[in-house]
């Protein structure tokens, strides 16, 4: 899931060497030909926690890897040029063509050791016509109290969805990490 550095200058296509900049104070990848630096940040994942008639969810069973086979909520890359929030709304059509009204921020997540930051926003489904996509195997409303906890696919997910039932009638945002130590597969 963690993003490499380029084995080549994407500006000139030298090889590229891992050194400290000038001015910096850690290791990168620095082209020693055009001085190309190839900085590697976070990326963001954002979806949405849509809900029916207030007890049930709607989980997407992921058609691609990693994690095929596992229950999801609508999520995945925001795109350059994007805001967060028209991602999450994209992402919930893309993968489960379910139509929501957007709610507030709900949790943002820190995965340091993925190199990610995942965003969830509180979304009111406006009725139960599902058009899943080519990434979704089906799309499936849970009741609150028959989500299949031990069938989901990340632990963004997870946390989300238990912050959601414990806190969703607050108007708050939460904010976590989800360290290596969590992981289980
Ligand atoms: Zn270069």
């Not at 104070?25 to 190309?36: K, L, T, Y």
């Amino acid at each position: 899931m963690s993003r490499g550095e380029a084995n080549y200058c994407r500006m000139c296509g030298h090889a590229m060497e891992r050194r400290i900049p000038p001015m910096e104070d850690r290791d990168r990848a620095v082209c020693p030909s055009c001085g190309f630096i190839d900085y590697v940040n976070p990326i963001n994942v954002v979806g949405t926690i849509p809900v029916w008639n207030g007890d049930h969810v709607l989980l997407c069973l992921r058609n691609i890897e990693p994690r095929k086979n596992f229950w999801t909520l609508p999520a995945g890359f925001l795109e350059a040029g994007e805001r967060s929030s028209d991602g999450a709304i994209r992402e919930t059509i893309e993968e489960a063509g379910a139509h929501i009204e957007l709610g507030r921020l709900f949790s943002v997540l820190d995965v340091t050791y993925a190199q990610q930051v995942h965003l969830y926003w509180t979304a009111r489904l406006l009725d139960t016509e599902f058009d899943p996509g080519v990434e979704t195997i089906e799309c499936r409303l849970y009741r609150f109290d028959e989500i299949p906890w031990d069938d989901l696919a990340f632990l963004t997910v997870r946390r989300t969805l238990e912050l959601y039932l414990a806190h969703g009638h607050e108007p708050r945002t939460h904010y976590g990490e989800i360290v290596w130590g969590q992981r289980k597969w």
